[in-house]
């Protein structure tokens, strides 16, 4: 251990942390997404004390653990958390240069073949199951923690291995991101199985479909959107997806599908039935 340096293991209060923020040294820039999750495992009772510590310089200043301090501020829940004083004062240079293990690195590291397809999945579905939606929001927590995600993957194992394997092996034929495969596929398989996996079989193949069917609209538009500059969002293909799988259970033709996100007269997203 450095000269000077000490290392204890606290209890820190919201009043205590909010106290230690006001003597933080100049920092990066303040990730609300990052606090939000932080409060989150906090209000949950999943944080856990991990060894990451808080750290303040030989002058007394807070120079890294902003994130979690304001997270205990928001949860107003008591954490234990390692706490060092007294580095050196140009120390900051030299934190969180490495890489971080994100939600893929850890399903990867459980020996998960699709971790990266079923990480998109996991977040695209906690966000469906709150909001009805696969769009972030800065106005809420649409961005689960490592631990929701984990939890809720081990709620569903088998759905999400299967889901994500699917879309990875039909995002090509299909012009749709496999993550939003997997997502939509599970919705749908929740509405009706047979349909769901017949659904996207066609839209893969485009075969025994009429001009007017919508699974060949939806594919015109894919094909469409991938000879244009302008790409359609992760949202909109959604959007237009679940349309297009309406029209299928209603049996209704169509011509061309469209969404009509913004503007005086906006649509809600759509639902599956």
């Given at each position: 251990?450095?000269?000077?340096?000490?290392v204890?293991?606290e209890k820190i209060?919201?009043t205590?942390?909010?106290?230690?923020?006001?003597?933080?040294?100049?920092?990066?820039?303040f990730?609300?997404?990052r606090?939000k999750?932080?409060a989150a495992?906090?209000?949950?009772?999943?944080?856990?004390?991990n060894?990451?510590?808080?750290?303040f310089n030989?002058d007394g200043s807070?120079?890294?653990g902003q994130?979690?301090?304001?997270a205990?501020?928001?949860?107003?829940?008591?954490?234990?958390m390692?706490?060092?004083?007294g580095v050196?004062v140009d120390?900051?240079?030299?934190f969180d240069?490495?890489?971080?293990?994100?939600?893929?690195?850890?399903?990867?590291?459980?020996?998960?073949?699709?971790?990266?397809?079923?990480?998109t999945i996991?977040r695209?579905m906690?966000?469906?199951?709150?909001?009805?939606t696969?769009?972030q929001?800065?106005?809420?927590?649409t961005?689960p923690?490592v631990?929701?995600?984990?939890?809720?993957?081990?709620e569903?194992?088998d759905?999400?291995?299967?889901?994500?394997?699917?879309?990875?092996a039909?995002s090509?034929r299909?012009?749709?991101?496999?993550?939003?495969?997997g997502s939509?596929?599970i919705?749908f398989?929740?509405?009706?199985?047979d349909?769901?996996?017949d659904f996207f079989?066609r839209?893969?193949?485009?075969?025994?479909?009429?001009?007017?069917?919508?699974?060949?609209?939806?594919?015109?538009?894919?094909?469409?959107?991938k000879?244009a500059?302008?790409?359609?969002?992760s949202?909109?293909?959604?959007?237009?997806t679940?349309k297009?799988?309406?029209a299928y259970?209603?049996g209704?033709?169509?011509?061309?599908?469209a969404?009509?996100?913004?503007?005086?007269?906006?649509e809600?997203f759509?639902?599956?039935r």
């Amino acid at each position: 251990m450095g000269k000077g340096i000490e290392v204890a293991v606290e209890k820190i209060s919201p009043t205590t942390a909010k106290n230690w923020l006001t003597k933080m040294a100049p920092n990066r820039n303040f990730n609300e997404s990052r606090a939000k999750q932080y409060a989150a495992d906090m209000l949950a009772g999943d944080w856990k004390l991990n060894g990451v510590p808080i750290v303040f310089n030989g002058d007394g200043s807070l120079i890294d653990g902003q994130h979690r301090l304001e997270a205990i501020v928001r949860a107003g829940a008591t954490q234990q958390m390692t706490v060092v004083r007294g580095v050196a004062v140009d120390a900051m240079s030299t934190f969180d240069i490495g890489l971080p293990r994100h939600l893929k690195d850890f399903l990867r590291i459980n020996g998960e073949m699709y971790s990266a397809a079923i990480a998109t999945i996991l977040r695209s579905m906690w966000r469906w199951d709150r909001y009805k939606t696969f769009k972030q929001s800065s106005y809420a927590q649409t961005q689960p923690t490592v631990r929701q995600s984990l939890d809720y993957f081990e709620e569903n194992v088998d759905e999400f291995r299967y889901a994500a394997m699917l879309g990875v092996a039909n995002s090509k034929r299909t012009m749709l991101p496999d993550s939003l495969i997997g997502s939509l596929f599970i919705i749908f398989t929740g509405v009706d199985e047979d349909d769901a996996e017949d659904f996207f079989t066609r839209l893969g193949t485009g075969a025994d479909m009429g001009d007017r069917h919508p699974i060949m609209a939806l594919r015109r538009r894919l094909i469409e959107n991938k000879a244009a500059r302008d790409k359609l969002s992760s949202n909109l293909k959604a959007a237009l997806t679940i349309k297009a799988w309406n029209a299928y259970r209603d049996g209704r033709d169509v011509q061309a599908l469209a969404w009509r996100a913004g503007g005086k007269n906006p649509e809600p997203f759509p639902v599956p039935r």
